[in-house]
């Protein structure tokens, strides 16, 4: 079934020649492995950029109850960072926090009171 959330990238990495498997903090549905079919080709319409650490997107996606990894139709950048991408401080520290919630959070539940702190908390990085 085809669902609409919003999501905060953690992780992401290269499977095959144009494909990523991506894990994304959801509002929905917590953390999940979402794969992205073509995002490294030149014609996707799905942008490779959008899948950088802490980024604030919106998802299509087809979620499926106990599979390990799902499906994503469409990613679109919810916030677009402002600062983060320019600043080496910054940067570093989005990379860092995207690691730890990467190495400690494991559940596969939406927890909206998590995922709210993060969202604003990633906001905030960005000022």
């Known amino acids: 079934m085809l669902h609409t959330t919003k999501g905060i990238?953690?992780?992401?990495?290269?499977?095959?020649?144009?494909?990523?498997?991506?894990?994304?903090?959801?509002?929905?549905?917590g953390l999940q492995s979402?794969?992205?079919?073509?995002?490294?080709?030149?014609?996707s319409t799905n942008k490779f950029a959008y899948l950088q650490p802490l980024s604030l997107v919106e998802i299509n996606a087809y979620h499926k109850e106990n599979k390990g990894l799902?499906?994503?139709?469409?990613?679109?950048?919810?916030?677009?960072?402002?600062?983060?991408?320019?600043?080496v401080y910054k940067g570093s520290?989005?990379?860092?926090?995207?690691?730890?919630?990467?190495?400690?959070?494991?559940?596969?539940?939406?927890n909206s009171e998590l995922f709210d702190f993060l969202y604003n908390s990633v906001q905030v990085l960005d000022v």
Do not use: C, M
């Open 9 to 29: 990238v953690i992780h992401q990495f290269k499977y095959g020649e144009k494909s990523v498997i991506a894990k994304i903090y959801t509002e929905k549905f």
């Open 34 to 43: 979402y794969i992205i079919n073509g995002v490294r080709s030149k014609k």
């Open 70 to 87: 799902q499906h994503l139709k469409s990613i679109k950048l919810d916030i677009p960072f402002q600062y983060i991408p320019f600043d």
């Open 93 to 110: 520290i989005a990379f860092f926090v995207a690691e730890v919630i990467y190495k400690t959070i494991k559940e596969e539940e939406a």
